[in-house]
């Protein structure tokens, strides 16, 4: 007879462990553990906080926080500048938290700037590129975003051309009748100027889809601005002066653009930040 009631008793247990209550305290325990998580990171234990979220994932799955806490205390323990093997193996364990933040909502923004940030660090340019292009591609997004998304990939092609264009290898000052001149001039090694105005195009090609994307957006008519500058060096390095005159035109339609919104900006905020007037 108390064979057969421990037995009740256990099937009982067993019952319960998969009823709507024990869901519950599950909830209520990856609360607490969120909570552990929280006071570990703020005091910098980043492991210890790393482990609580995970505690939190598997006591609750559905937990739509959690996993974001996974992804952080695994990328706080991430040394930027540090190279070493284990560093870069933190760095890549947070690229995947974070994935698989962006699996459970494709639209959170921190989960995809911090990848962003990470394969930079890693120097991972050619997958920091890739990574950004997706998002810049992916007509779900919103198009401010995409915009943000392909004005950062133009910088990169900007800095890709300027470093060639502004070497000593690629420019000389001229004095012309006292007034001194820079004179722009193919570099020594082809490729040089070849890569420059390969980065140039592609630079612009992509300013031009994020004006197009966010006809607003300051950054991305600046982007536009200086990579036609740039075309305008590579064209003087070329010997096409008509060609230089028409991407120095181009520019300065860009940088009277990006001026005016700036000063709208400025207007705004201006406007903003004066007092309301008191009420009647």
């Known amino acids: 007879m108390?064979?057969?009631q421990a037995r009740v008793a256990l099937?009982?247990?067993a019952v319960l462990a998969f009823t709507p209550g024990c869901a519950v305290i599950n909830r209520i325990r990856a609360k607490n553990e969120l909570n552990e998580c929280a006071r570990a990171y703020?005091?910098?234990h980043f492991a210890e906080a790393e482990q609580h979220a995970e505690r939190a994932v598997e006591l609750d799955p559905n937990n739509k926080t959690a996993p974001a806490f996974v992804a952080r205390t695994i990328h706080a323990q991430y040394k930027p500048g540090v190279d070493a093997p284990e560093n870069d193996q933190k760095a890549r364990q947070a690229i995947d938290a974070y994935k698989r933040v962006l699996a459970q909502?494709?639209?959170?923004d921190e989960a995809y700037k911090a990848i962003a940030a990470l394969l930079g660090a890693l120097k991972q340019d050619d997958e920091q590129r890739d990574w950004i292009l997706q998002r810049a591609n992916q007509e779900t997004v919103?198009?401010?975003?995409r915009a943000e998304a392909l004005t950062v990939l133009a910088s990169k092609q900007w800095n890709c051309s300027y470093q060639i264009t502004e070497s000593p290898d690629s420019k000389q000052n001229v004095n012309q009748n006292g007034h001194i001149l820079i004179v722009y001039k193919k570099p020594k090694n082809p490729d040089d100027f070849n890569?420059?105005?390969r980065c140039s195009n592609q630079g612009l090609e992509y300013a031009n889809k994020a004006v197009s994307l966010d006809p607003n957006n300051e950054s991305a008519w600046s982007y536009k601005t200086?990579?036609?500058l740039e075309l305008a060096k590579l064209a003087e390095m070329d010997g096409k002066a008509d060609q230089k005159a028409d991407y120095q035109k181009q520019a300065d339609e860009a940088q009277r653009e990006t001026t005016r919104l700036s000063e709208a900006k400025?207007?705004?905020e201006q406007q903003q930040a004066k007092p309301s007037p008191p009420a009647g």
């Not at 909502?105 to 959170?108: F, S």
């Open 195 to 197: 890569t420059a105005t």
């Open 266 to 268: 400025k207007q705004q």
């Open 105 to 108: 909502d494709p639209t959170n």
């Open 42 to 44: 703020r005091e910098g």
């Open 226 to 228: 200086n990579l036609l």
């Open 142 to 145: 919103d198009p401010k975003k």
């Open 11 to 13: 099937l009982i247990l």
């Open 2 to 4: 108390k064979l057969s």
